[in-house]
């Protein structure tokens, strides 16, 4: 079945980067857009962006633009997202999905000094 | 960006009952819309795409309907197990947006 495992809690500084990953099983990775979201403490979710593995292609909201990086290991069926320049405004947990349709776990991130 | 209305920010039912939440869209979304089940410290479940497809699991309970700019969302004979938050997802338009999310709570 499909399955997305996302790494683990990440406790980083203001100022850092982080870089966070989600590894793809049953289904064939390069055949869906793999997007990111972002859900701060008690609140609604937004949409970062997504990335298609076959090509590379990325689409972003523009709010998060220069804040977010994605990246995918076609070899491992991994995608990656890189938040810099890190703020308190940066701490939620962040989802990576298959178009939205299916969900990992997530990511905690905590950004504090 | 497309935004999504969506009402009540709350909700409150007894067991057996029929709950209604609403989305409305900033534009047409032509029947681009999801809706999530979320649970404390889980990741958000699909439930419906497009419009009113129950997803795969979905009890027949849940279902979905709308057009153009106003969609609802509808559980009836509420149980236990649906006490939860739900959101609303438009993909017809990048970037994605959801709604504000609807908590539903046992009276």
């Known amino acids: 079945q499909v399955k997305l495992l996302q790494s683990g809690t990440a406790l980083v500084k203001p100022g850092a980067s982080v870089k966070m990953s989600c590894k793809a099983s049953g289904y064939p990775f390069t055949d869906y857009w793999v997007s990111w979201v972002k859900q701060s403490h008690g609140k609604s979710l937004e949409w970062i962006g997504e990335v298609y593995p076959n090509s590379g292609a990325t689409h972003f909201n523009e709010k998060f633009k220069a804040k977010a990086t994605l990246t995918v290991d076609k070899f491992t069926s991994t995608a990656y997202m890189e938040l810099s320049r890190l703020t308190s405004d940066d701490s939620a947990i962040y989802y990576c999905t298959r178009e939205t349709a299916y969900w990992g776990q997530g990511t905690l991130v905590t950004v504090s000094s | 960006d497309i935004q999504m209305t969506q009402s009540p920010p709350s909700l409150s039912a007894s067991l057996g009952d029929k709950v209604t939440i609403t989305c409305q869209a900033s534009q047409n979304i032509n029947k681009y819309i999801a809706w999530y089940q979320q649970k404390p410290g889980k990741a958000p479940r699909l439930l419906i795409r497009?419009?009113?497809i129950l997803e795969s699991g979905t009890p027949s309970r849940f279902s979905g309907s709308g057009s153009g700019r106003d969609y609802s969302f509808s559980i009836s004979n509420v149980e236990s197990e649906d006490i939860a938050s739900y959101y609303c997802?438009?993909?017809?338009?990048?970037?994605?947006?959801f709604g504000a999310g609807t908590k539903l709570e046992l009276k």
């Open positions: 497009y419009t009113s």
């Open positions: 997802l438009q993909y017809d338009n990048l970037p994605y947006t």
